[in-house]
């Protein structure tokens, strides 16, 4: 069966959609192993109450990536795992040379908002300070930029004049866990081209 690995750094509510849809028949891949940058992320817990592979790898001494020799731990665990696509699922390091090594064109994100507004750290709480009346969230390939790879699923939240960075965040992770499982079905089934900065998807 067609082999994810979800990295996660956070509380794992995108990993539990994934596994929710894996469970309900509609998402048919399996999940090698989990991987966290944090020992205390949730995603693990919930990976292991669900009998995946779960596991904590020490991402050494910079705040924002791995650092290298960390990083090759990553990939390597990752192909010991037969682990044919990297699902990013709030894991909160860039991606660097030794994963795009292996994993070129095979790694992708969700992120908290309609990119390219808004790239980088907690996107909502930038929606709001700009003021726009829409945000979202998209699912994309990893480029080595940051959230700058081609587009593959976008969903459309509106701001409400009394949102919090809460409750909008709450809203856009509602959109979150229906399109991350949707953009990994469609890639596992094949559906899946990338022309240059265009994703186009195969409907059949
Ligand atoms: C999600 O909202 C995801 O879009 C965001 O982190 C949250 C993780 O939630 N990712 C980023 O901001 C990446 N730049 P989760 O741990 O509940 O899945």
């Known amino acids: 069966m067609f082999t994810i690995g979800v990295l996660a750094s956070g509380k794992g509510s995108n990993l539990q959609a994934i596994i929710n849809q894996i469970e309900s028949g509609f998402l048919k891949v399996k999940i090698g192993v989990v991987l966290s940058d944090n020992p205390q992320s949730y995603a693990l817990e919930i990976a292991r109450s669900h009998g995946i592979s779960a596991i904590f790898i020490e991402p050494g001494k910079y705040k924002t990536f791995l650092q290298p020799e960390q990083e090759v731990k990553y990939v390597k665990c990752l192909e010991e795992h037969n682990v044919e696509l990297v699902c990013l699922a709030g894991f909160m390091r860039v991606i660097k040379k030794n994963f795009f090594n292996s994993y070129s064109g095979r790694i992708i994100n969700i992120h908290p908002s309609l990119l390219p507004s808004f790239r980088g750290l907690e996107a909502w709480k930038q929606a709001l300070q700009y003021g726009v009346k829409f945000t979202g969230c998209t699912v994309h390939f990893v480029d080595e ?60």
């Not at 709450?170 to 991350?180: D, F, P, S, V």
């Not at 240059?196 to 409907?203: A, F, L, M, P, T």
Request: proline residues 7%.
């Open 145 to 204: 930029g940051i959230d700058t790879g081609p587009i593959i699923l976008q969903a459309v939240v509106p701001v409400l004049d009394n949102d919090t960075p809460e409750t909008l965040h709450q809203r856009i992770q509602e959109k979150e866990h229906i399109i991350y499982p949707i953009a990994i079905k469609l890639i596992a089934e094949g559906k899946v081209k990338i022309e240059g900065r265009r994703v186009i998807i195969d409907e059949d």
